[in-house]
């Protein structure tokens, strides 16, 4: 990035700070704050072990400082500008998550788009909402959900119960979410049959109500299939041959009550061995790719909600829980401060960008664009302010 283009970011983002409304974390003056200012070369530095009595109005000092990204810290303490964490006297930290497209399965960096990143990343958060409020019991209001204003979303939790956790007992939230170590027999229990016990996976919650309830649509899925079709699609599955396929069948259409109950030894291995085969893709499809070190970091720093996004321009935005369906990051994160006028930058072509509504070819050279999209591009490399 050259001179003018980081001066003219930094005139900008001191712009947005000057007009923005910032809201503050519950007890910030116990959050130690940092930043990362807009330096040459292709290194960055971390500036930090600040407190708010340190930066005073924390707008004033964006307005002022014009950082590229600012932090506060997921941890309260006694004196959060101390220089070392031992001096800092840790208080408790909010629980926090970070889902980053670029680190989930389905997406491959460098190949796909922008928006389908940010979509892929919308359904695991979407995945990591339910973890959080159906496993965990987490109410909405105690539940903080950000557009990262880059590659993804953050979930702060700060209910009062999970603030003293250590960092092993975040890292037990973490595998669970993440579905690390969740296998068959881990989700069943033994239950009395009269003179003998069964094996019955638990329906009441958890993984093993999500297992239950995916074998059980997929069991009406073979319901409304021919005999040929069904056996067919159950030879997909591995250890399912054609003996256990027609046992399956056979068994759903004649003790469709005992599978509702959780029943799995039933024809001899083979509803037991289809409900294996589930597991494995119930964990595949529903966990949540979270960023562990995030979460198990109690002195993590975090964006702070409504700052600016130095490798995009964009805003880093807290959206309720009601309006994450609609919620479109391109559109929504797009600061209207920049929405007035038009830039001239210089690009090297490529992908095509999609911002506010709008896409934009971009030709090699010199174009004139909306000065959000203009903004867009020198954040993130992909140009310069032109003359």
């Known amino acids: 990035m050259d001179e003018r283009t980081r001066a003219y970011l930094r005139g900008r983002f001191r712009d947005y700070y000057r007009k923005t409304e910032l809201s503050l974390p519950p007890a910030a003056e116990r959050r130690e704050w940092g930043y990362i200012p807009w330096t040459g070369g292709s290194g960055t530095t971390m500036i930090r072990h600040q407190s708010l009595y340190d930066l005073g109005n924390v707008s004033e000092f964006l307005a002022r400082q014009r950082p590229r990204h600012v932090y506060f810290s997921a941890g309260r303490y006694r004196d959060p500008g101390a220089g070392t964490m031992g001096e800092k006297g840790w208080e408790g930290s909010d629980l926090v998550f970070d889902l980053d497209a670029d680190h989930l399965p389905a997406v491959t960096p460098g190949e796909d788009a922008y928006g389908e990143m940010l979509a892929a990343c919308k359904e695991a958060l979407w995945r990591l909402l339910a973890f959080l409020r159906s496993d965990f019991g987490f109410p909405g209001e105690e539940m903080r959900i950000v557009f990262s204003g880059g590659r993804g979303y953050h979930v702060h939790v700060r209910e009062e119960s999970v603030r003293g ?8 939230i973490v595998d669970y979410v ?3 170590g969740v296998e068959f027999d881990s989700l069943v229990d033994t239950a009395p049959s009269g003179t003998a016990t069964r094996r019955v996976l638990r329906t009441d919650g958890g993984w093993g109500q999500r297992v239950h309830r995916r074998l059980l649509a997929f069991l009406d899925d073979l319901a409304a299939m021919d005999d040929a079709e069904a056996l067919s699609r159950l030879r997909e599955f591995e250890r399912i041959g054609e003996k256990r396929s027609m046992a399956v069948l056979r068994v759903a259409r004649e003790n469709r009550e005992e599978i509702e109950r959780g029943t799995v030894e039933l024809g001899g291995p083979a509803i037991r061995t289809l409900a294996e085969a589930i597991t494995e893709r119930t964990v595949a499809e529903k966990s949540a790719a979270i960023d562990e070190p995030v979460t198990t970091d109690i002195h993590r720093l975090i964006r702070l909600p409504r700052s600016l996004h130095g490798g995009s321009a964009l805003a880093v935005t807290p959206i309720d829980y009601d309006d994450l369906d609609g919620f479109d990051p391109l559109v929504d994160a797009v600061p209207d401060v920049f929405a007035d006028e038009e830039v ?12 506010a509504g709008e ?8 174009t004139t664009l909306p000065e959000y999209a203009a903004l867009f591009l020198m954040a993130r490399g992909r140009g310069e302010k032109a003359e």
């Open 178 to 180: 993440r579905g690390i």
């Open 344 to 355: 001239r930058v210089r690009t090297g072509g490529g992908p095509d960008v999609t911002l």
């Open 359 to 366: 896409t934009f070819t971009l030709p090699e050279g010199v």
């Open 165 to 172: 956790l250590d960092r092993e007992a975040r890292r037990e």
